[in-house]
């Protein structure tokens, strides 16, 4: 099994070496040579299969070849133990809960995976060390994917007051293997940074890079999972017909579902839906992939301005415009409309949205609204709305219940390491700690 670069000049490698460099020589990224459609027998009983059930079936099609069926189980199992229910919302919309996992975000389907698959690959005595750029949520998934876990550093790049007080507190508080730097830039400069880092032979040779963010194939992987598990529960409903909308700011959230949909699972449309950063929803109106800086706002998980997965994306639909845009819809709303949208579905249903959640419901509802779909929209909740609780609880005007798993941290010291946003301060922090 090998997998190649998007851009085609770095040479095909293993499932192992994809994982570990997460990022190929020439700047592209790590594609599967084959995605296999999964046959009907597994749509047919699909309704019927636990989540863990179906995320065992789908990671054992994807790369079951490389690591055997027993160890998959264990893998697959250990990293899915929480559900991903499909909760109806309004008529035909219906929220896809994702985090309910130790981190309250989606991330943890994808950092629980890959750190289970990593420490599968790595052999005795060897080390590594993720670099990971985050904007809120994947820190905290990784950081608490990883700790403690043997062999494996972590050190997370976050911009300075440009996360919520509850991602930072789950990021720089965890201490032991994983530690956390404070960017004085925006989560591109992070990005950025990490990159060039993976690009550096020098650095990277010397810690054994890797990264954790969805770059790294094996992200993606677990990504997929539950795009079929809530298809899984919409046909016990009696809907077959679906558009999944997705709240998107590196795209890999979308390219897991794209990934579903190119095994075989029928999606009507892909809903990507954007904050002010709408670099893919402008190239899906205009043909013109242009990246711009980042502007805040309050989905600020989803502040990305020149977003990661892109080349996967169109390499998903052999870049074909007309492909990805026959499959693949934008839209983006400003923080005035996730304001007024969060507070209009709280009083008419109870539900409490995050900020990139109420992008998502707005996206799904308005393209259903437009093209007159009958389907069953799913809008991805990528957070618990707690996790932007000083920006959810005036827009509802009341408090929202803090989770015991999350009460222990919030009280925690932070620490973190303050940097400028410019790579050479980054190399020599980095070469000035060991594994
Ligand atoms: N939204 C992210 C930004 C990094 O994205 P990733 O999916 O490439 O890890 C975050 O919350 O950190």
Same mark, same amino acid.
């Given at each position: ?190 990005? !950025? ?171 799904? !509802? ?38 015991? !798993? ?30």
């Amino acid at each position: 099994m090998k997998l190649y670069s998007t851009k085609r000049e770095a040479a095909e490698v293993t499932l192992k070496e994809a994982v570990f460099k997460g990022l190929p020589e020439d700047n592209g990224l790590y594609m599967l040579e084959q995605i296999p459609a999964l046959p009907s027998s597994f749509f047919d009983k699909l309704p019927n299969l636990s989540f863990q059930e179906i995320a065992f079936e789908v990671a054992n099609a994807l790369i079951g070849r490389v690591v055997p069926a027993d160890e998959l189980k264990v893998i697959v199992e250990d990293a899915i133990n929480f559900p991903a229910p499909a909760v109806k919302v309004e008529e035909n919309l219906y929220s896809l809960e994702l985090f309910h996992g130790p981190t309250l975000a989606f991330k943890d389907f994808g950092a629980r995976f890959m750190s289970r698959l990593m420490g599968y690959f790595l052999s005795e005595g060897e080390t590594l060390h993720i670099l990971v750029a985050t904007s809120g949520d994947t820190g905290s998934a990784v950081a608490q994917g990883f700790f403690n876990v043997p062999g494996i550093k972590v050190t997370i790049l976050y911009p300075k007051g440009k996360v919520s007080h509850i991602q930072e507190q789950q990021l720089t508080t965890n201490g032991g293997n994983v530690e956390a730097l404070e960017i004085d830039g925006t989560f591109d400069d992070c990005q !950025r940074m990490v990159k060039q880092a993976f690009l550096d032979k020098e650095l990277s040779e010397a810690l054994n890079l890797s990264s954790a963010n969805s770059i790294n194939i094996s992200r993606l992987i677990p990504q997929s999972f539950y795009y079929f598990n809530a298809y899984a529960q919409l046909k016990k409903e009696g809907k077959d017909k679906v558009v999944f909308c997705v709240p998107s700011g590196n795209f890999g959230n979308l390219c897991g579902g794209l990934i579903a949909h190119t095994m075989g699972l029928p999606v009507e449309k892909f809903v990507a839906a954007t904050n002010d950063n709408h670099i893919v929803p402008t190239y899906l109106e205009t043909g013109k992939f242009e990246p711009k800086p980042s502007v805040s706002t309050l989905s600020n998980a989803m502040d990305v301005g020149n977003p990661s997965n892109f080349p996967r994306m169109t390499e998903l639909f052999g870049n074909s415009y007309e492909s990805v845009t026959e499959h693949i819809v934008g839209k983006h709303y400003s923080d005035e409309e996730v304001k007024v949208v969060i507070n209009e579905v709280q009083k008419a249903t109870g539900y409490v949205m995050c900020p990139h959640t109420a992008i998502a419901y707005m996206g799904a !509802r308005d393209y259903l609204k437009e093209s007159g779909s009958d389907a069953a929209g799913v809008f991805l909740s990528t957070a618990h709305p707690v996790k932007f609780h000083d920006i959810v609880s005036p827009i509802i005007g009341e408090e929202i219940d803090i989770p015991a !798993r999350l009460k222990e941290i919030v009280d925690r010291e932070k620490q973190a390491v303050n940097l400028p946003a410019d790579y050479e301060a980054l190399k020599a922090h980095l070469m000035s700690v060991t594994v």
